[in-house]
C-alpha cells in the first residue's frame, strides 16, 4: 500500500508542487482583484523571488529561512517602486506599469550574466517540500479569510464596488492599494523562491507574458468572491491539462480563452460563493 | 459665521472655459438642515463634490469646523466627520445590508491587522459592538429585517434608506444628501422627511439638494439657491419662495414679471 | 558614429510612434486599453509575409493589403470583445482584461500554427539600396518608415481637426452618449477608429518586419512595452504626443546603445515610463487622466 503511494507521490510530484504553487500565485492575484485593481506583475515578483533566492542559495550558500525572507523582501521593494506613483491614479496605469516591468525584468534576466542569461540558474538544491508548499499555502488561506471577516476585507469589497463611495467612508485608498499590491508581491516572490527550490532549474522564460495571464486565469476562472476561489481555479487548470491530452499542447491558448469568457459571461467565475465579512456573529 | 459646521468661500470651479461653481459663498450653521436648491445644472451636485473632496476647485476655500479643508483628501474628511450619500444610489451591491453599514463604520471600528489575523478578544469586541451599533442604525432607518440581504436586492427606497444608514454609521457631524429624493413616490417621500427629522433630532447637520419644493419647504431651517454656479438668493423658505430672482431663475422671466405684476405664488 | 546612431534613433522613434498611434487612439477614442493591439503588430508583418512569399506579391501591394486585413480582424475583435462590454458599461480593467485574454489566446494560436521560428521576408520584397549622407547610411525602407510615420500623423491630425468625421470621433470621444443623442452613429464611428488602430499597427509591424528581417509572432509583444512607455509618456490618447514622445525614446535607446551599453537599450523605455508616473503622470501632452483617488 506505502509502495503504491511512494510511486504515485514520485511520478505526479511536480504536479502536486504546482498545485501548491499555482494556488499560492492565484492567491497574489486575487489580493489586487480583491480590491478592484488590476496588476499583472506577479509572473514578474515571482521571477524576481525565484532569482533571488537561487542566487543566495547557490552563490552565498545562505540559510534556507533567510532566503525565504529575502526572496518575499525583493519583490516587495519593486512594488513599492513601480506602485507607489500610481496611487492616485486611475487603475489602467497599475496594470500597463505591471506590464511593463515584467516584460524589462525578462530583458534583465535573459541579458545578465549573474542570472545565467537565457539559460537560467540550475542546480538549485531541493529544500523545500509538500510540507512547506502546502503548509504556506493554507496559512496565507487562514491569513485571508481572517482578514476578509473584518474590517479591513469590508473595506477591501468596498473599493471593488465603489471605489469612490468606499473613500467617501473614510477607507484610505492609496494605502490599501499600495499593500495590495505589497501583499501580491511577497506571495509570489515566495511561489517563486518555493518553485525554485523544488525544480532545480530556472529561466527568464517561465517568467513571462504567457505566466502572468495565466496566473490572471486563475482567478477569474474561480471567481473572487472568496480567497477559495482562485485556488480551485488554479488546480482545475493545472490539473486539467493533465487529465485531457490535447489540452496540454493548447494549454495557453484554453487559459486565453478563460479568461474572455469569464470577463465576457462570468464575471464572478465559476464559484457564486461569496465569503461573508462579519467577524463576529451578526 | 463663527461656529458654522461649514463654510464655502468664494469657491470657483472651471470645467474648460465653463464656471461650473462661480464665487460660491455660504455658511451651515450646525444642527440645521440647509437645503442647496437650483435649477438643472446651477452647480449643486458639483459643489457637493468640491465639498466632498471629488474634484479640485479653481479658487476659494472650503471650511469645516472652522479647518480649511482644502487639500483633504475624501477619506480623511469622512474620518473627521463629513459624511455624504450620492443622487445615484451606490450602495455595495454585492455586500449584505448589514456589511455595508459595518462598511460604513470604517473609521471607527478597532482592529489592526494583528489582532484581526489573531483574533485577539479586541478584535472581537470590537466587531460585536460595531454590529450591535450596526443594528441600532438599521431599526434606526427602518431596515432591522433586512439585514442579511444582499443589498442590490433591496427595492428602491430601501436602497436609499441603506445608503443613509450607511453614512449615518460613519457618525457624522455634517452630512451631505444628495437628492434623496427621486424616483420616491409621495409616501417613500414622506417617510424620508421623517427620517431626516429624526436625523437632525439626532444632532446631524444636513445639507441637503433636492428639486422637490415641497420636501425642501418642510424640511429645511435655510436654504442657498443657486443658479448657473453663482448664488441667487439666500434665506428661510418662506423668503426664498418669494424671492422674484428665484422665481425667474424656476420659471423664467415672463412667468416672474407676471407673479410681480399680482398674480399669487401657491 | 553619433551621427549614424541619433539617425538610427530617430527611425527607430519614429517606428515607435506609428506603433503608438494606434494604441493612443484607441484608448483617446474609445477609452479602452486595448492590449490586443501587438497581435495587430505581429498580424500585419505575418500577412504581408506570406503574401510576398506564397503569392510573389510585390511589397507595394502586400504592404496595404495585410494593413487592410489586420483593420477587419481589428473590427471583428472589437466587435467580439469590446462592444458586449460596452454596452454593459463594465469598467475600464474589465476591457483590459478581456484583452489581455485575448492576446495570450491569439499569439499561442499563431504560434500553435506558425511556430516560433524567426521567419525573413523573400529577398527580392526588400530594396538593399540606401542612401548615404557623410557618415550616415540611411536604407531605403528606414526612410520608408520615417516617411510613414511623419504622413499618418499628419493625416490624423488632419481628419480629428478637419474633417466632419474627425468632428465625431472627438465627440464620441468625450462623450458617447451626448454623441449618440447628436446624431453620430456610434457603432460606425467605433468601428472606423477600431479599423484605424488596427491598420496603423499592422503598418508599423510591416515597416519594422521589412527594417529588421526577423518576423515571429511574438514580436508584437516586445514592441507593447515601448508602446505602453510612449503612450504614458506622450500622454494616454494624444496624437502629437505619441510622435514626440515616440521620437524621445528612440534617440535617447540610440544614445544609450552608443554611449553605455546596448543591452540596457530596451530598459530606457521602462525607466522613462516609470518616471513619468513618477513626476508627470498626465505625460508630455495628457488631459487630466489624474483621478483624485
Keep these: 500500500m506505502y509502495e503504491f503511494l511512494d510511486d504515485f507521490l514520485f511520478s505526479y510530484q511536480s504536479l502536486i508542487y504546482a498545485l501548491g504553487i499555482n494556488g499560492l500565485l492565484a492567491l497574489s492575484m486575487y489580493v489586487v482583484l480583491a480590491i478592484g485593481q488590476l496588476s499583472l506583475g506577479q509572473a514578474a515578483f515571482m521571477g524576481l523571488g525565484a532569482y533571488t533566492s537561487a542566487l543566495l542559495t547557490l552563490k552565498l550558500g545562505a540559510p534556507f529561512p533567510l532566503v525565504l525572507l529575502a526572496s518575499m523582501a525583493v519583490p516587495a521593494v519593486a512594488a513599492l517602486i513601480i506602485g507607489a506613483p500610481t496611487l492616485r491614479l486611475s487603475g489602467v496605469y497599475l496594470a500597463l506599469a505591471t506590464i511593463g516591468l515584467g516584460e524589462v525584468l525578462r530583458i534583465a534576466f535573459v541579458n545578465s550574466e549573474l542570472t545565467g542569461g537565457a539559460l537560467g540558474l540550475s542546480g538549485i538544491p531541493e529544500k523545500a517540500g509538500y510540507t512547506l508548499i502546502f503548509s504556506c499555502l493554507a496559512l496565507a488561506l487562514i491569513a485571508f479569510v481572517l482578514v476578509s471577516r473584518s474590517r479591513i476585507g469590508r473595506a477591501m469589497e468596498a473599493m471593488r464596488e465603489d471605489e469612490i463611495a468606499a473613500g467617501m467612508l473614510g477607507v484610505h485608498l492609496p494605502r490599501y492599494r499600495l499593500s495590495a499590491l505589497v501583499v501580491s508581491a511577497m506571495l509570489a516572490g515566495l511561489a517563486g523562491a518555493l518553485n525554485a527550490h523544488v525544480s532545480s532549474f530556472i529561466s527568464p522564460n517561465d517568467y513571462g507574458f504567457d505566466a502572468a495571464v495565466t496566473i490572471l486565469s486563475y482567478a477569474l476562472l474561480g471567481g473572487i468572491g472568496s480567497p477559495f476561489g482562485p485556488v480551485v481555479g488554479a488546480i482545475i487548470l493545472t490539473l486539467l491539462p493533465e487529465v485531457l491530452r490535447p489540452l496540454h499542447d493548447f494549454r495557453l491558448v484554453f487559459n486565453g480563452l478563460i479568461i474572455v469568457i469569464a470577463v465576457l459571461f462570468m464575471p464572478h467565475g465559476l464559484a457564486p460563493w461569496r465569503i461573508r465579512r462579519t467577524g463576529a456573529r451578526a | 459665521m463663527n461656529g458654522a459646521i461649514l463654510a464655502l468661500e468664494n469657491l470657483t470651479v472651471r470645467f474648460g472655459g465653463l464656471a461650473a461653481v462661480d464665487g460660491v459663498s455660504f455658511h451651515v450653521e450646525p444642527q440645521t438642515v440647509h437645503g442647496l436648491i437650483g435649477p438643472n445644472g446651477a452647480g449643486k451636485t458639483t459643489a457637493f463634490n468640491l465639498i466632498s473632496g471629488l474634484g479640485h476647485q479653481n479658487d476659494g476655500h472650503i471650511l469645516f469646523n472652522g479647518e480649511t479643508i482644502d487639500d483633504w483628501p475624501s477619506w480623511e474628511r469622512a474620518q473627521r466627520g463629513l459624511a455624504r450619500t450620492f443622487q445615484n444610489i451606490r450602495t455595495f451591491g454585492e455586500m449584505t445590508v448589514m456589511e455595508n453599514v459595518l462598511a460604513g463604520m470604517h473609521a471607527h471600528v478597532g482592529g489592526g491587522l494583528g489582532a484581526t489575523l489573531l483574533r485577539l478578544p479586541s478584535f472581537r469586541a470590537a466587531e460585536s459592538a460595531a454590529i450591535g451599533k450596526a443594528r441600532d442604525i438599521l431599526g434606526f432607518v427602518g431596515l432591522a429585517d433586512a439585514s442579511a440581504r444582499r443589498a442590490g436586492n433591496l427595492p428602491y427606497g430601501d436602497q436609499r434608506r441603506l445608503e443613509i444608514a450607511r453614512a449615518l454609521a460613519s457618525d457624522p457631524k455634517l452630512m451631505l444628501v444628495d437628492e434623496p429624493a427621486a424616483g420616491m413616490n409621495p409616501s417613500e417621500t414622506a417617510s424620508l422627511i421623517d427620517l431626516l427629522l429624526r436625523l437632525k433630532a439626532r444632532g446631524v447637520t444636513l445639507l441637503l439638494v433636492e428639486h422637490d419644493m415641497h420636501f425642501i419647504m418642510n424640511l429645511c431651517d435655510h436654504i442657498t439657491v443657486l443658479n448657473f454656479g453663482r448664488k441667487i438668493a439666500e434665506g428661510t423658505p418662506v423668503e426664498v419662495r418669494s424671492d422674484p430672482s428665484v422665481i425667474e431663475a424656476y420659471l423664467g422671466t415672463k412667468v416672474a414679471e407676471r407673479l410681480e405684476a399680482g398674480a399669487r405664488v401657491r | ?293
Excluded at chain 3, 61 to 85: H, K
Excluded at chain 3, 145 to 161: C, E, K, W, Y
Excluded at chain 3, 231 to 251: E, M, S
Design chain 3, 1 to 293: 558614429m553619433l551621427a549614424q546612431q541619433l539617425v538610427n534613433g530617430i527611425i527607430s522613434g519614429a517606428t515607435y510612434a506609428l506603433f503608438a498611434l494606434g494604441f493612443t487612439l484607441m484608448f483617446g477614442v474609445l477609452n479602452v486599453v486595448n492590449l490586443t493591439y501587438g497581435v495587430y503588430f505581429s498580424t500585419g508583418a505575418l500577412i504581408a509575409l506570406y503574401a510576398t512569399r506564397h503569392f510573389v506579391a510585390p511589397i507595394l501591394i502586400a504592404l496595404p493589403l495585410a494593413a487592410i486585413a489586420t483593420g477587419l480582424i481589428a473590427v471583428v475583435i472589437d466587435g467580439l470583445l469590446l462592444t458586449p462590454l460596452r454596452r454593459k458599461k463594465a469598467p475600464e480593467l474589465a476591457s483590459l482584461m478581456v484583452t489581455l485574454g485575448a492576446t495570450l489566446l491569439l499569439y499561442s494560436l499563431m504560434t500553435a500554427f506558425i511556430g516560433t521560428d524567426i521567419q525573413r521576408f523573400p529577398p527580392a520584397a526588400i530594396d538593399p539600396s540606401a542612401i548615404e549622407i557623410g557618415t550616415v547610411r540611411v536604407s531605403r525602407s528606414q526612410m520608408l518608415i520615417v516617411g510613414t510615420a511623419f504622413v499618418m500623423v499628419v493625416l490624423l491630425l488632419a481628419l480629428m481637426r478637419g474633417t466632419r468625421l474627425g468632428l465625431a470621433i472627438r465627440a464620441l470621444a468625450e462623450n458617447p452618449d451626448v454623441a449618440r443623442l447628436m446624431g453620430v452613429d456610434v457603432t460606425l464611428v467605433t468601428f472606423f477608429v477600431s479599423f484605424v488602430s488596427g491598420t496603423l499597427g499592422a503598418a508599423a509591424g510591416i515597416l519594422i518586419g521589412l527594417n529588421y528581417n526577423a518576423i515571429q509572432p511574438y514580436m508584437g509583444e516586445a514592441m507593447m512595452l515601448k508602446g505602453f512607455a510612449v503612450i504614458i509618456i506622450g500622454g494616454l490618447g494624444d496624437i502629437r504626443g505619441a510622435l514626440i514622445a515616440g521620437l524621445i525614446l528612440g534617440l535617447l535607446e540610440g544614445l544609450t546603445a552608443g554611449y553605455v551599453t546596448s543591452t540596457l537599450k530596451d530598459a530606457v523605455g521602462f525607466l522613462l515610463l516609470v518616471l513619468t508616473l513618477w513626476f508627470r503622470p498626465v505625460g508630455l501632452f495628457g488631459r487630466a487622466a489624474i483621478k483624485r483617488a
